[in-house]
């Protein structure tokens, strides 16, 4: 499908939305409208794609054929599909395709896409299992979920902004990936925090230990990725420790739906809880590195 098929409006363009809009700009897509809570974010971005700021949600889907939504949580899901709200996207559904971008709990997804499919529309999760490097350069790793003949028309689109894409099932199904995804990985985060801490609290050298983890059974993904920052105390923000608290959240009520006891994920889970109660949970989750190393301390002085 040529990408002039496509009008694409985005909702939600901090880090990751903005850089997805920029990557979409650059491949010759139609760049409608943007809108974000923090209308400077939204503002910048317009002036800077040639597109326009939407005062609300409604005004991106009038603008649009297809929206992408980036937002925090499951409560603003809903409100920007609120049928009780006048700016909703609920009012301009119909013939419109809302691919939505952020870690959510799989019942959202559900329960937007029926909603969105009575007044007309069609939805489509594409969970994204990068940052914002590859949101940038267009290789973000998506995991879809939906109706299948609605992710085939969007195909085309999420291939521009992914260097891989798994189709994954119905509504929801991506989501508890995602979900699994992220629980996997902010318990290895914690885990290197805490093999990193105990060995500088035994004097080793911590690029040596880095080395030899890599080597080893202890080599893992955050530890290219999140290792060089715990030893040097860099927590600018890629993956906030706020959203590595809430999706382990989502991940255990997932294994307590099915009756199962995660102790590993519930204790990573409280570390990066712990980090959001000291006012950390702006910083990236390779903060948790300051509740384990030594002379750091929760106040990460």
């Known amino acids: 499908m040529d990408e002039n098929a496509y009008r694409i409006g985005l909702i939600g363009v ?15 897509y139609t760049v409608t409208a943007v809108y974000d809570l923090d209308s400077e974010k939204s503002k910048t971005l317009s002036a800077e794609l040639g597109c326009s700021v939407a005062k609300n949600p409604a005004e991106v889907g009038q603008r649009s054929n297809t929206v992408l939504t980036v937002v925090t949580d ?19 559904a119909k013939d419109r395709l809302f691919i939505n971008c952020a870690t959510l709990s799989p019942s959202i997804h559900v329960e937007i896409e029926n909603l969105v499919r009575q007044y007309g529309g069609q939805t489509l999760e594409a969970c994204m299992a990068s940052s914002i490097p590859q949101a940038r350069e267009g290789t973000l ?11 085939e028309w969007a195909e085309p689109l999420l291939k521009s902004l992914a260097g891989a894409i798994r189709y994954i099932g119905t509504a929801g199904e991506a989501a508890k990936v995602k979900a699994l995804v992220n629980m996997v990985m902010n318990m290895n985060t914690a885990a290197l925090a805490e093999g990193l801490g105990l060995g500088a609290s035994m004097g080793f050298d911590l690029g040596m230990l880095r080395e030899v983890f890599s080597q080893t059974g202890a080599a893992s993904r955050v ?38 006891n995660l102790p590993l994920a519930e204790a990573a889970f409280l570390q990066y809880c712990r980090l959001v109660d000291i006012g950390k949970g702006e910083w990236d989750k390779s903060a948790v590195s300051e509740l384990t190393f030594p002379g750091r301390g929760e106040t990460g002085q």
């Open 141 to 151: 790793y998506l995991m879809c979920g939906g109706k299948r003949d609605v992710f």
């Open 223 to 260: 530890l290219e990725t999140d290792g060089p920052d715990m030893q040097n105390r860099d927590h600018a923000c890629y993956f906030s420790a706020e959203h590595a608290a809430k999706d382990s959240g989502i991940a255990l009520q997932l294994a307590q739906a099915h009756d199962l």
């Open 74 to 92: 499951d409560d603003a899901m809903r409100k920007i599909f609120s049928e009780d709200d006048p700016d909703s996207l609920l009012l301009v």
């Open 14 to 28: 901090g880090r990751m939305g903005a850089n997805m809009a920029r990557r979409l700009n650059d491949e010759g």
